[in-house]
């Protein structure tokens, strides 16, 4: 998203000016490659160097594809590591060497208190990954950077590495270890404070929410690969239509950095604010620049939300090369008119959400000044009442939670909305569907003679006891 307070650097510099070197260095190349993007000058008024590989050309390609174009730090990352690379110097890609070629951090800064490069290499993993899936499914070659390193392999289509293999992983990330979150830490990731602007709560609160994601995002990425698979369930119908067909499908947890930043700004932000960028300006009173500057930058999600993840690269439905984490900064309206889509969370931390509002029975509403939010019942039936609302503040109290299952924006794939009035609220949506008992008679009459199912909307109730959900139960639904 854009972002005013953070410099995007497209003017990279040399990495050997001051040494008064007069060789071509690769931070030119990747400078001559983003020149290039805007003038497309002639092929030959390109500076020499390994843009005549084809190692080189198809990073190029990469970097010009739609899932780093939007993101300059993403792009001049791979470019800096391949051009390093290609040139001989894989042996010198260090995390630090990064931070300072890549995201003009000073000579002297420390790994240990600055996870920038780390936080990146996550992102660029995931974004190679979904490029090739995608647009570069056609390649004969892919890149890859693994785990452990930040020198980039080049894997043929049939799986063999190409003829820089042996530079694939010499460099160690530095400042790895990072101390593990207990449970209970993660559980207080979950309860995001709702009104104090206190730069005290703030950093308490960034930390666990931070640390929550570090451990949850490690977790998922070692489940989705080892945990048995569970037998066909009694959704299968919803998961079939999510997963198992040949379109790509995203889930995308909650924004937990945007939800502070609403929260300590005490507005709600609508969805077209949120997919321009406008949210990162808005004024954080008593908040000190660094928590601020992580608040509009990091990525930082509920650790229930990764759960969920977790929980869904479970099915059986699941197809690792189709399904895809996608941080909600990160999807675009575009995705969303040709693939499936599970978003996690309510309209203050998931603006995403939104688009199950339009045509909704039921919608959460924020009460003024963020205070707190309902669920509207626009036609209550008999029996119903016309708003459900939760008291999230205290330690014990009842909560409530939407289901609702709907049409992409393309109206050929589908959208599942799972969101609560808290946390609580949304972990009790995801566990209705993953066990599924209570919510089967509705999913039985939701399901059409071809097996695909009506669009739907359930309400749920649940007792939330310190952010944990239990007692769940349906109290109303909609069939359409």
């Not at 190679?128 to 693994?146: M, N, Q």
């Not at 945007?258 to 321009?276: H, K, T």
């Amino acid at each position: 998203m854009p972002n005013s307070r953070v410099r995007l650097l497209l003017d990279l510099k040399m990495l050997h000016g001051q040494t008064g070197c007069v060789e071509t260095s690769s931070m030119e190349h990747i400078t001559a490659v983003q020149s290039r993007a805007k003038t497309s000058p002639p092929e030959e008024a390109l500076p020499p160097g390994p843009q005549d590989d084809p190692h080189w050309e198809l990073a190029q390609r990469v970097a010009a594809g739609p899932h780093l174009a939007r993101s300059p730090l993403l792009s001049k990352f791979l470019l800096y590591v391949v051009a390093e690379t290609l040139e001989g110097r894989g042996h010198e890609i260090s995390e630090h060497q990064i931070g300072v070629q890549v995201f003009d951090r000073p000579p002297d800064y420390r790994t240990l208190e600055d996870n920038i490069v780390r936080s990146y290499a996550r992102q660029l993993r995931r974004r190679l990954a979904e490029h090739f899936a995608e647009e570069g499914s056609a390649e004969p070659v892919r890149i890859d950077i693994p785990l452990g390193g930040y020198v980039p392999v080049f894997i043929a289509a049939d799986g063999h590495n190409g003829h820089h293999e042996a530079v694939g992983s010499a460099a160690v990330l530095e400042g790895q270890a990072q101390p593990v979150p207990t449970e209970q830490q993660g559980a207080e990731a979950a309860t995001i404070p709702k009104s104090n602007a206190g730069r005290r709560l703030l950093s308490t609160a960034l930390a666990a929410v931070y640390s929550a994601a570090l451990i949850a995002a490690t977790w998922y990425a070692a489940t989705r690969t080892s945990a048995p698979r569970r037998a066909e369930e009694p959704a299968h119908a919803l998961w079939a239509a999510l997963f198992s067909g040949p379109a790509n499908s995203y889930i995308v947890p909650s924004d937990a950095g945007f939800n502070l930043l609403e929260d300590l700004s005490r507005r709600p932000v609508p969805l077209a604010e949120y997919i321009a960028g406008s949210y990162v300006e808005m004024p954080l009173a008593g908040v000190d620049p660094h928590s601020a500057q992580d608040l509009r930058t990091q990525q930082l999600t509920p650790f229930v939300d990764l759960q969920i993840a977790s929980a869904l690269s479970h099915l059986a439905e699941d197809d690792p090369q189709r399904v895809f984490i996608r941080f909600p900064r990160d999807l675009r309206l575009e995705d969303l008119k040709s693939a499936n889509a599970v978003i996690i969370g309510s309209l203050g931390s998931n603006p995403w959400a939104a688009l199950a509002e339009a045509s909704a029975n039921f919608r959460i509403v924020d009460q003024p000044g963020m205070s707190g939010a309902e669920i509207i019942n626009m036609k209550p039936r008999p029996g119903e009442a016309a708003a459900y609302a939760s008291h999230w503040n205290e330690p014990a109290h009842e909560t409530f939670a939407l289901i609702a299952f709907l049409p992409n924006l393309g109206g050929n794939g589908h959208l599942l909305v799972l969101e609560g009035l808290d946390v609580a609220g949304t972990q009790a949506a995801a566990e209705m569907l993953l066990h599924p008992s209570a919510i089967d008679p509705i999913l039985k009459s939701a399901t059409r003679p071809d097996g695909s199912l009506h669009n739907f909307e359930v309400l749920l109730r649940s007792t939330s006891i310190e952010s944990n959900a239990t007692g769940t139960q349906v109290i109303a639904s909609r069939i359409y």
